[in-house]
């Protein structure tokens, strides 16, 4: 019998680090920035490996939120309800919520005394 080759996506497979997109690339190079700001100051001190280390410590968490995605599982409730979300939409969606400053709350209204009561 004779090979024949079967059609599968090649797009994406050009790139020498498949790990690296655009917005990941972006991400760390804020990262490393405000871990460059970090690395003066404790270049000032004399602790010159100290900051080249927070500095790459930022790199990292800047291409870890803007590459990684929150795992998807059913054991935790916050897992359950974000899983497979990009990291930095669950950051910029806890940014917003927490900027509203609004407090939501239940109450009935008791119609004899004609007092507030919380609702437990």
């Given at each position: 019998m004779?090979t024949?080759?079967?059609p599968?996506e090649?797009?994406?497979?050009?790139?020498?680090?498949y790990?690296?997109t655009?917005?990941?690339?972006?991400?760390?190079l804020?990262?490393?920035?405000?871990?460059l700001?970090?690395?003066n100051?404790?270049?000032?001190?004399?602790a010159?490996?100290?900051?080249?280390?927070v500095?790459i410590l930022?790199?990292?968490?800047?291409?870890?939120?803007?590459?990684?995605?929150?795992?998807?599982?059913?054991?935790?409730?916050?897992?359950r309800k974000?899983?497979?979300?990009?990291?930095e939409?669950?950051?910029k969606?806890?940014?917003?919520?927490?900027?509203a400053?609004k407090i939501?709350?239940?109450?009935?209204v008791n119609?004899e005394?004609k007092e507030d009561?919380p609702?437990?």
């Amino acid at each position: 019998m004779g090979t024949h080759l079967i059609p599968r996506e090649v797009s994406g497979e050009g790139r020498i680090l498949y790990i690296f997109t655009p917005k990941g690339i972006a991400y760390a190079l804020v990262g490393l920035v405000i871990g460059l700001v970090f690395r003066n100051l404790f270049e000032i001190v004399g602790a010159s490996l100290v900051g080249w280390t927070v500095a790459i410590l930022f790199a990292l968490i800047g291409w870890a939120i803007g590459q990684g995605k929150i795992p998807d599982s059913s054991t935790n409730t916050f897992f359950r309800k974000v899983g497979g979300e990009p990291i930095e939409t669950v950051i910029k969606r806890f940014i917003k919520f927490n900027r509203a400053k609004k407090i939501y709350v239940n109450k009935i209204v008791n119609e004899e005394n004609k007092e507030d009561t919380p609702n437990t």
